[in-house]
């Protein structure tokens, strides 16, 4: 039977996500580090060959690596740098990335440090171990970017971007030391502060305007929802009707004041390079991923109906290349509306298809978690009195979601890397930059292609393995695998 405390436990699994996510105490292993490589690389004569050979042949890469990368001509790179990172946006509006990004690092660097606050609060409360968080756990959880970041300043001309960066920097370490330091009811809202900034960065480039103001909205009421949520008492059918009201109340009002807005901001028709691959990327996951879940409980409904529209709908993506897709979105969807009306631009029908491959993909991987879940869970919860939605959402998904980490982060890996498809229609992305920069008057026939590509897929690389990094934490944190 399912005690009060479990279901309380199991109900709040998605704030200890948020929490092992932002937590920078390092894993604990009571080897030392050459007992750690005894025991791993040299156990046995067979692991001992296999280790030798492994690093001559690392050995040999790195040293032939190294040396090309020091002998080729990398001005192809140096003099599109600008188009590698946001595309054509303009030079006089480029405050707009600068400041809304620098937004968003000062709210995550507030937001993350107060969750990391809170997992430790609680590991306290708890009687668990627990480390106060550290600058050398972050930089050993983030190296990559931060790896890839100073590659790209040292290709820069001038002192403008290594400020911005240093000013970034700044920001984030502020963010963290005050976010530290809040109170414990200011510091139940960290999430929605990463939110506000990740809205803000929206506003300040993109402004108002069509979809990008209903991205906002949806965002906004997503926030508000969530707060509500953990305010309220939503076993009442007063407090059920606010916290379904409100938040679509706060969407409207988001939307509003944004689409009120004229003559503001730089729509994402014209962004590009890596600036418009990590948007494309972010959009994905965050509308890709309730889609998913969505359809995963339809797919399981016990009415005709929805059950088969989600069952045909995900047997169709999942069917159907993404290439097609995109295509479909790129040239003959254009066809299908009338004269007289407005078509969206082709970078917006690519993310919609985008979102809704990826919804597909993660319908199924949702669904085999839910299959996972003992029936028995159910029927205690069902014993206790508990209506279906509780059951679904303090009971099931809590355990489906968990249990399905490994799979859901390749998923999202796989989008990151999808990304490089929308060249196909024109949509000037990070590795299309790459093509692009060798058909310039300057580097046209000069063979620059495996610069270009060594340095785009450096950029992809950063980002992907840090995303599986903290994968591989995550599920360490959780005990994705153990009883």
Known sequence: MVSSESTAETAYLGAEIAQAL???????????????????????????????VSAAFAGAILYFGIRWAINVEWEIVRANLRNFMIGQFPK???????????????????????????????????????????????????????????????????????????????????????GWQLPSGI??????????????????????????????????????????????????????????????????????????????GYGWKDWGGLYLTLFVTVAGIS???????????????????????????????????????????????????????????GTTRAMIVITLFSAAYIAEIVRGGLQAVPKGQTEAAQAQGLSAGKIQRLIVMPQALRAVIPAMVGQFISLFKDTSLLAIIGVAEFLQIATIANTQQEFLGKGLQPVTYAFVAVGYWAFAYTMSKESRRLETRLGVGTR
């Open 287 to 345: 509308t890709g991923m309730p889609l998913g879940i969505l359809l995963a409980i339809g797919r399981r409904s016990q009415l005709p109906i929805i059950k088969g529209f989600c069952v045909t709908f995900i047997e169709f993506v999942r069917g159907v290349p993404l290439i097609s897709l995109l295509f479909f979105s790129g040239f003959m969807l254009p066809l299908l509306f009338p004269p007289a009306a407005t078509i969206p631009d």
């Open 187 to 264: 510091r139940r809202f960290s999430p929605h502060i990463i939110g506000v900034g990740l809205v803000a960065l929206s506003t300040i480039v993109a402004g108002s305007g069509g979809l990008v103001a209903l991205l906002g909205g949806l965002v906004g009421a997503l926030i508000l929802a969530t707060a509500i949520g953990d305010s309220i008492d939503r076993t009442s059918a007063t407090g059920t009707v606010v916290a379904l009201a409100l938040p679509l109340l706060g969407g409207a009002v988001v939307w509003f004041v944004m689409s009120t807005i004229d003559s503001f």
């Open 92 to 178: 006089d509006e480029l405050w707009r990335p600068w400041a809304g990004g620098l937004t968003l690092v000062a709210a995550v660097g507030l937001g993350s440090a107060g969750m990391a606050r809170t997992s430790f609060d609680d590991a306290t409360e708890k009687g668990l171990p627990a480390e106060r968080p550290t600058w050398t756990a972050l930089l050993r959880r983030f190296w990559p970017i931060l790896a890839f970041i100073f590659l790209v300043l040292t290709f820069t001309r001038t002192i403008q971007p290594t400020l911005g960066v240093l000013a970034g920097l700044g920001l984030f370490v502020a963010g963290r030391l005050i």
């Open 22 to 52: 932002t937590a920078d105490r390092p894993l604990h292993s009571d080897q030392t580090p050459s007992q750690w490589v005894k025991n791993n690389l040299f156990s046995s004569v067979l692991n001992t060959a296999i280790t030798v």
